[in-house]
């Protein structure tokens, strides 16, 4: 009989590869799913006869099944992450007289308790991988690339052009926008475009550095330079950079007393380090940036005109993300595509009203703002559909969703808090500014400030 009859033989088949332990897919040349074996599909959820037709990205998070082994390359033992834990899984192309005409895909998952055990292993290790590579990365690179700079408005096309122009020689470049658009992201795309690349990418925040630390921090220090000293001294942040770039953010909190240090190792392209008396020949490329109005601070006499003029050689300007509202759902996609990856959380439909919600916002805190409020988002969320009510309230406050029916007073209490609210941020708190822009005196203003508990 078993040699005989050949739906019997069928049906040994199919239980046989439905009970495996290993779970199963085939998908066509097009990445259609054929087959999946009904312990896949239980893993994943899904119904057997419903996952047949569908593309296999609409079934498997991360699946590579319709890259390279459709293109005839058989890939063993890649490693996967599936609903929060890597699995191993193997692709082999299916060929019909030579032609690839599908592919079957393996995950192997032979024993769940041994599973776990390896998984768990595996994972302690990666995630220790994964520290040491963010830490020498932090160390001795930049992380990201232009590719990495979302968005589709003409302005986002003109600063990634000006950077891709700008980004080989040893110009100075400095970058511009308010908290959270992405400067350093974009210094990290220059030093990755420039000649620089492989050499070190190194970063200061001058707003974090106590201003007793700062010389050392950036120039070093020799051995006994004082008590404390490491033995053989300490290299500054320049010599550490040496080939390569340093990135100066913040760079309008630098101490007044570093500005002039900081100037005169722009010009003579050497350090002396704190208690030494020799001076070091350094070959650096400095990216500086900045929030600040640094021509407002060189009219207060807080940063210095010539430090200005030796770091403005190349600027940046990036424009907020509410000057650009084009950017903000690519943008929204971006982070929710980056986020799905790193938990193992799959997103297949977002609702219309979040994408209206997100577009009425003006995020203040720009695209940091809303990577921060799509992260809790999906890790609220516990479907694959990103749906309003998941926000939590002080979020759809913010993004001005559930408001309570508003009184003509309060709507005009509301715009006029909001108002002083946007300039004395963008005025920099600077209040005699701000009541003159605004046409009110400034007792006028420091009442109203009080009576909506701005700041
Ligand atoms: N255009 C963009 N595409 C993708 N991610 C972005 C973009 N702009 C900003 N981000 C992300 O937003 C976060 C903040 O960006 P970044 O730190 O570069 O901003 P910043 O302008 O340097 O902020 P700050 O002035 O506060 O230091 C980062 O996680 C960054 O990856």
């Not at 050499?199 to 008590?227: D, M, Q």
Request: neutral net charge.
């Amino acid at each position: 009989m078993f040699d005989q009859d050949p739906l019997f033989k069928k049906n040994i088949l199919e239980t046989i590869i439905d009970s495996a332990y290993e779970w199963i897919v085939v998908v066509d040349h097009e990445g259609i799913v054929r087959y999946m074996n009904k312990t896949y599909c239980e893993f994943l959820g899904e119904n057997p006869k419903e996952v047949i037709g569908k593309h296999v990205t609409k079934v498997i998070e991360n699946t590579k099944m319709h890259k390279d082994v459709l293109q005839g390359k058989v890939e063993i033992a890649d490693l996967q992450f599936i609903r929060g834990n890597y699995m191993i899984a193997n692709r082999i192309p299916i060929l019909n007289d030579g032609k690839v005409i599908g592919a079957v895909g393996t995950v192997i998952f032979r024993d769940t308790e041994q599973w776990k055990k390896m998984n768990s292993h595996i994972k302690a290790l990666l995630h220790e991988l994964n520290f040491y590579k963010k830490e020498w990365e932090e160390i001795n690179g930049a992380s990201y690339t232009l590719n990495d700079f979302a968005g589709t408005s003409t302005e986002v096309q003109k600063v990634k052009k000006h950077v891709k122009n700008i980004a080989s020689g040893d110009l100075t470049v400095l970058i511009r926008g308010e908290s959270g658009t992405g400067k350093e992201l974009l210094a990290h795309s220059i030093h990755q475009l420039s000649e620089r690349s492989g050499k070190p990418f190194i970063k200061l925040n001058c707003g974090a550095v106590p201003e007793h630390l700062f010389e050392s921090e950036l120039f070093g220090y020799s051995e006994g330079a004082f008590t404390g000293a490491k033995k053989g001294g300490k290299p500054g942040k320049f010599q550490l950079a040496d080939g390569g770039t340093l990135f100066l953010d913040e760079i309008g909190d630098l101490p007044q007393s570093m500005q002039i240090k900081l100037l005169r190792v722009l010009q003579e392209k050497e350090v002396e380090p704190v208690g030494s008396v020799h001076t070091q020949k350094v070959n650096v490329r400095v990216i500086a940036a900045t929030n600040r109005p640094l021509e407002r601070l060189i009219i207060e006499n807080k940063f210095r005109e010539d430090l200005f003029y030796r770091i403005n050689v190349l600027q940046i300007q990036i424009p907020p993300l509410r000057e650009r509202k084009e950017d903000i759902w690519p943008l929204a996609e971006n982070f929710i595509r980056l986020n799905c990856a790193e938990t193992g959380k799959r997103i297949l439909s977002i609702d219309d009203d979040v994408k209206e919600a997100f577009l009425a916002y003006n995020w203040p805190g720009n695209a940091r703002e809303l990577k921060n409020f799509v992260e809790a988002a999906i890790q609220l969320t516990h479907s694959d559909r990103l749906t309003l009510d998941v926000f939590p309230d002080f979020l759809k406050e913010k993004l001005g969703v559930n408001k309570k029916q508003l009184t003509l007073k309060e709507h005009v209490q509301e715009t006029e808090k909001n108002v002083i609210a946007y300039y004395l941020e963008t005025m920099n708190g600077d209040i005699m500014r701000v009541a003159k822009h605004l046409g009110i005196g400034k007792t006028n203003l420091y009442d109203k400030i009080k009576k909506y508990n701005i700041r």
